[in-house]
């Protein structure tokens, strides 16, 4: 089997205050190099329904089955996070290398994939620098490519374009549909930006208030290049738009 | 408008009385507000109120909350309210949320006690389940640290080398000065009280064994748990704000091995070393209160020292050591792994650790103690 399948997922945290029911039940299923985007307002879970998958959380029911690796390996999770985590000590490079490195990768291979990669993601020539001195799009593209040089068999994205700018964000957005197209992995991408969500996913799904339960299920049938001026994009945008509204008035 | 013009229809304002006329309903609440909010200074000013219900037959519930927490309000403010003509219903209902209130009151004024001892028990429960928690991130150190000893190769020497630099060699200055001083305080108080029965000779004895035993072992802990236990809670608290720690769990790391055994392992070989020099420091101060106040030579007092301490009395606190490097690098690490939220909650990491751990230590120190008594000969009564 190699989809991702969740099923009756819910997770409460205990805190001291009190418990706090955070999300679902959530039920559903990602093929295999899909791209699926989880849309939601702020607050209803959907954080951490990607730490749940990836294993960071621990669910009260329900389970997750992950995609099992090539030639039946444990798979290999890709996490990229909204402010990237890179870890500042060391420079850009040795940030994608890293995970090479644990894997046990040796030094001349680990060398070319981590140049290949930096060409990928446009950061050639900023190999040798740290985090700090790296723009905020820069970052996340640095945070992109330590994930995509592990070669995941399923990659979560947790809002990893909210902090940027409009312009910085529809680039990084363009790079990633590109870039999700040529490794062919399977992506599960959370945000609150709706034409966000239409422009990158296949898949949509659309978390309600906490604890997020999923409203709606789209498949966005969009032809490539997409462009985000179409009639059909607009049509989608304000269908979803639509979902959002109700949402509100709910709440 | 037209609900407010229905509305004003039964409600009327003569200073001081308001009349109600008909029933007063539920969807009327609005504009009851606003009826209050327009008539509230000029009722304020005339200092009481009087509600004339005799063309009235009923109120509704809100309504009746409604007037009830503004009757509430002004009587706060020292306005006479009164109720006339009331229809049996409204009475009913005004003293029925009268006796609402006064119960609410009582039961919070019981309940304060209850409160007390709640908050008692559930900050109680909290450090119990927290201790809990706290020995089994120990097991996990402990069983991460066995594995790494049996493959020293993966041992990321760097960083254990790193700390020992930042917790041990930078931590010389400080644990060296301050055992001094504290050896020349405790050398000439010691010495100042003996010659008064002309004991001084026995000053080196007292001083040395307790440097040896407590002081020195002790305030070597208490330094680094101040200078590296809350170094250790910020460091990894930072990362665990930045997800950083999520990060290198997911890529598959043991953050155990890779974040916390480093730092205990560095601690665990220079602790000894640190309370070794904060012994002979101490002793050095003492030295140097009896030759400089009390006139006892520096032979006497090297030879006094000599008869009085045994090998045991330095290596038992090197031993005791060993023990503070485990509780100082868990309990930091403890707290900077717990830490969810904001960079605030970096800083509280920090001040619980450095508490934590030095309460740990000194807990510690008197169960050690105990044995010492059987272990040491001589001591035992």
Same mark, same amino acid.
């Given at each position: 089997m190699r989809r991702l399948t969740v099923s009756d997922l819910s997770v409460t945290y205990r805190e001291a205050s009190g418990d706090v029911h955070a999300l679902g039940p959530v039920s559903f299923q990602v093929e295999a190099g899909d791209f699926l985007c989880v849309l939601g307002p702020t607050g209803c879970g959907k954080t951490t329904l990607l730490r749940t998958i990836a294993g960071l959380e621990t669910p009260d029911t329900g389970r997750v089955a992950l995609p099992a690796g090539a030639d039946g390996r444990e798979p290999v999770i890709g996490y990229v996070y909204q402010q990237g985590a890179l870890f500042p000590w060391m420079t850009v490079r040795s940030n994608i290398e890293f995970p090479l490195r644990a894997a046990g990768m040796n030094r001349s291979a680990r060398r070319e994939e981590v140049e290949t990669m930096l060409g990928t993601v446009g950061l050639s020539a900023f190999g040798d620098t740290y985090p700090?001195? !790296?723009? =905020? =799009?820069?970052?996340q593209r640095a945070a992109?490519?330590?994930?995509?040089v592990m070669r995941p068999d399923l990659l979560l994205m947790d809002e990893p374009f909210s902090s940027l700018d409009a312009r910085t964000s529809q680039e990084l957005q363009n790079s990633l549909r590109d870039l999700w197209k040529k490794a062919s992995t399977t992506v599960v991408f959370v945000t609150h930006n709706i034409e966000e969500a239409v422009y990158l996913a296949e898949k949509v799904v659309v978390l309600g208030h906490r604890p997020g339960q999923i409203v709606r299920r789209e498949t966005i049938q969009l032809p490539d290049p997409r462009s985000r001026l179409s009639g059909p994009f607009t049509d989608y945008l304000v269908s !979803?738009?639509?979902?959002?509204e109700s949402l509100v008035l709910e709440h | 408008m037209e609900v407010v013009g229905t509305l004003l229809d039964k409600l009327e304002f003569d200073t001081p009385r308001i009349f109600v006329r008909g029933v007063l309903e539920d969807s009327e609440t609005g504009p009851l507000r606003d009826f209050i909010e327009k008539h509230r200074r000029e009722v304020m000013d005339s200092g009481q109120l009087i509600v004339d219900f005799q063309d009235s037959t009923g109120i509704d519930s809100v309504p009746a909350v409604v007037l009830y927490g503004f009757f509430k309000e002004l009587r706060r403010a020292g306005v006479r309210v009164r109720i006339e003509n009331s229809p049996a219903s409204v009475e009913s209902i005004f003293e029925s949320l009268a006796k609402f209130d006064s119960r609410g009151m009582e039961e919070r004024r019981r309940s304060s006690f209850r409160e007390v001892v709640e908050a008692f028990g559930s900050s109680g429960y909290e450090f119990a389940m927290m201790i809990v928690s706290l020995t089994? $991130?120990? $097991?996990e150190t402990i069983g991460a640290f066995v594995q790494l000893i049996m493959h020293p190769l993966k041992i990321r020497w760097q960083m254990v080398l790193y700390y020992m630099e930042e917790s041990g060699y930078k931590a010389i200055p400080i644990v060296a000065v301050l055992n001094w001083l504290l050896g020349v305080v405790l050398g000439y108080q010691a010495g100042y009280q003996m010659r008064v029965f002309g004991a001084e000779t026995f000053m080196p004895a007292?001083?040395?064994y307790s440097i040896t035993w407590e002081i020195g072992p002790m305030l070597a802990a208490v330094l680094v748990a101040g200078r590296s236990g809350s170094a250790y809670a910020a460091e990894i608290g930072t990362m665990q704000v930045r997800e950083e720690v999520d990060a290198l769990r997911v890529m598959g790391f043991d953050t155990f091995s890779y974040l916390v055994t480093p730092k205990m392992m560095a601690l665990l070989m220079v602790m000894p070393f640190l309370v070794l020099l904060a012994n002979l420091s101490g002793i050095f101060g003492g030295l140097l209160a009896g030759t400089l106040f009390l006139g006892l030579p520096a032979e006497t007092f090297i030879s006094e020292l000599g008869k009085a301490l045994i090998p045991l009395d330095i290596i038992w606190g090197m031993l005791k050591s060993i023990v503070y490097a485990v509780i100082i690098a868990n309990v930091g690490s403890f707290m900077g792994m717990k830490v969810r939220g904001g960079a605030s909650a970096v800083g509280q990491a920090t001040t619980a650790a450095v508490v934590l751990s030095i309460f740990m230590?000194?807990?510690?120190d008197a169960l050690l103690s105990l044995l010492f008594v059987h272990i040491r000969p001589g001591l035992s009564m």
């Open positions: 700090h001195q !790296l723009s =905020g =799009g820069m970052q992109l490519a330590r994930c995509l !979803l738009r639509q979902t959002f | 089994r $991130f120990l $097991f007292l001083l040395g230590v000194i807990l510690a």
